[in-house]
């Protein structure tokens, strides 16, 4: 379990989400979107352990632990608010590969933001809920500490391990922006055909 493994490990998830990607758009994006889905099944079990567990004393004291007023600590979120949905505009490099981009691409992006929001908001709303501040700060998996914490650690670990599944489907979402970047910059002539 030393860097030698690790980097192994990343190369072999590098050159997965590559070869789906040299079967061709349509089996990156299959790939990706299967990654989503099994992706948002821990989201899932998270919002139903946050509902079933939910503690409105946990999470007033989580709401502000270093007692910072809303005014003071939504400015400094806001940069990572906007890093999160920095991905919105590589939608547009993408959109060569949709059957009618006029329609679908401001339609996916819509939806997917719309998700994404409900989704996160839920789902942090949930571990909020549940578990401490403190205990929360020193988590590197708060979605899997939430459920192993109210349904078990098989449940937890399976959280887990979906959530490596959605984190290799995000590499393919790159790996493929990445390819269809350069595409398009080789028909621009900007790089060699």
């Not at 860097?3 to 079967?23: K, Q, R």
């Amino acid at each position: 379990k030393g860097p030698v493994a690790a980097t192994f490990c990343n190369l072999g998830l590098i050159w997965l989400t590559t070869g789906a990607y040299i079967l061709g758009a349509r089996a990156a994006s299959r790939f990706a979107a299967l990654a989503l889905i099994i992706g948002l099944i821990p989201l899932v079990i998270a919002v139903a352990a946050g509902v079933s567990a939910f503690n409105g004393e946990t999470f007033a004291a989580s709401w502000s632990p270093s007692g910072t007023s809303l005014a003071e600590s939504v400015p400094a979120s806001l940069a990572v608010i906007f890093w999160a949905f920095l991905g919105v505009e590589t939608a547009a490099v993408l959109s060569a590969r949709v059957r009618n981009p006029a329609r679908d691409v401001g339609r996916a992006s819509i939806a997917g933001v719309l998700l994404a929001s409900l989704v996160y908001v839920a789902a942090s709303l949930a571990v909020f809920g549940v578990i401490p501040a403190g205990v929360l700060a020193e988590s590197s998996s708060p979605y899997a500490d939430l459920t192993a914490r109210v349904f078990g650690a098989s449940i937890g670990a399976a959280v887990a391990a979906c959530a490596v599944v959605k984190a290799v489907g995000t590499l393919g979402g790159w790996v493929m922006l990445g390819g269809e970047t350069a595409r398009a910059a080789a028909r621009s002539g900007y790089l060699p055909p």
